[in-house]
C-alpha cells in the first residue's frame, strides 16, 4: 500500500531552467509533508517542508505547493543548478505519529 | 559537526552473523528514529523513541531487530543471525518539536550492510 507515490523516476532540466517534481498521497490525514534531497552514499537532506493549513512555502530557489484537494505536491526549484542533480523524496506524517512516509524518489538529472 | 553521526559507514558480514550501528543523534534532539532503505525504494521506518522510550515499531522490526535508546542519547540497532535480506542502507534521524509544533527529522549518513 503505497501511500505516497512519485510517479516519475527520473527528469532532466536544462540549467537555469525550472524543475518540477511531483508527489500524489492518498492518505487524507497527512497533515505535514516534506522533500529530502539525497546524494548517493549519504542520508537524505531535508530541503523544504509545508504544513496542510498552507498551500505554498518558499525558501529561495525552492517553493513547495500543496494542493489538498487533489492530495498533491509539487516542488518547484528555480533556477536550477547542476549541484541540485540528486535523488529526491517527498515525504508525509499524519497526527498521533512520528513516523515518516516516503515515496519512492525522483532522480533529478540537471544539464550544464 | 553537529549532524545526526552513525558508525560503522559501512559493514559487510556472513549469513547468521550479528551486528550492531550506532546513531549519535543532534544533542538537544529528544527524538531519534531508525528507517531502513533499500535500493530504489524510499526509507521505510522502523522504530521511534522520545527521550529513553521506545513509542513505535513497524512490523517490518521483526523480533532478530532490536533497539536501544538506554539513556536517552545516543541509540544502538542490533540485528541477530543476520539474513541476506538484511541488506540495505540503515538511517537513523532524529527531531525536537519546533517553535511552530513540527518536527522535522533530520539524517545521518546511515550505514550500509551488505549480507553475504
Known amino acids: 500500500d503505497q501511500q505516497v507515490k512519485q510517479n516519475s523516476p527520473s527528469l532532466s532540466v536544462q540549467e537555469g531552467r525550472i524543475s518540477i517534481l511531483n508527489c500524489d498521497y492518498t492518505n487524507s490525514m497527512f497533515d505535514y509533508f516534506l522533500w529530502y534531497k539525497k546524494y548517493p552514499a549519504e542520508g537524505p537532506t531535508f530541503l523544504i517542508s509545508?504544513?496542510?493549513?498552507?498551500d505554498k512555502n518558499e525558501d529561495g530557489r525552492f517553493t513547495v505547493f500543496l494542493n489538498k484537494s487533489a492530495k498533491h505536491l509539487s516542488l518547484h526549484i528555480v533556477p536550477s543548478q547542476p549541484g541540485d542533480s540528486a535523488v529526491y523524496f517527498c515525504?508525509?506524517?499524519?497526527?498521533?505519529?512520528?513516523?515518516?512516509?516516503f515515496g519512492t524518489g525522483t532522480r533529478l538529472k540537471v544539464l550544464a | 559537526d553537529t549532524g545526526v553521526s552513525q558508525n560503522p559507514r559501512h559493514k559487510i558480514t556472513k549469513r547468521g552473523q550479528n551486528v550492531t550501528f550506532r546513531c549519535d543523534p543532534i544533542?538537544?534532539?529528544?527524538?531519534l528514529y531508525w528507517y531502513r532503505q533499500t535500493l530504489g525504494q524510499g526509507p521505510e521506518f522502523l522504530t521511534y523513541f522520545q527521550n529513553e522510550a521506545q513509542l513505535e515499531k513497524s512490523r517490518l522490526l521483526s523480533d532478530r531487530f532490536s533497539a536501544e535508546r538506554p539513556k536517552g542519547s545516543f541509540s544502538t540497532l542490533e540485528i541477530q543471525r543476520t539474513e541476506q535480506g538484511d541488506s540495505a542502507m540503515y538511517l537513523c534521524?532524529?527531531?525536537?518539536?519546533?517553535?511552530?509544533?513540527?518536527?522535522?527529522?533530520?539524517f545521518g549518513p546511515g550505514t550500509r550492510l551488505t549480507v553475504l
Open positions: 544533542s538537544e534532539h529528544n527524538r
Open positions: 534521524a532524529s527531531s525536537v518539536r519546533g517553535s511552530s509544533g513540527t518536527d522535522t527529522q533530520y
Open positions: 509545508i504544513s496542510s493549513i498552507k
Open positions: 515525504a508525509a506524517t499524519s497526527p498521533g505519529t512520528y513516523k515518516y512516509i
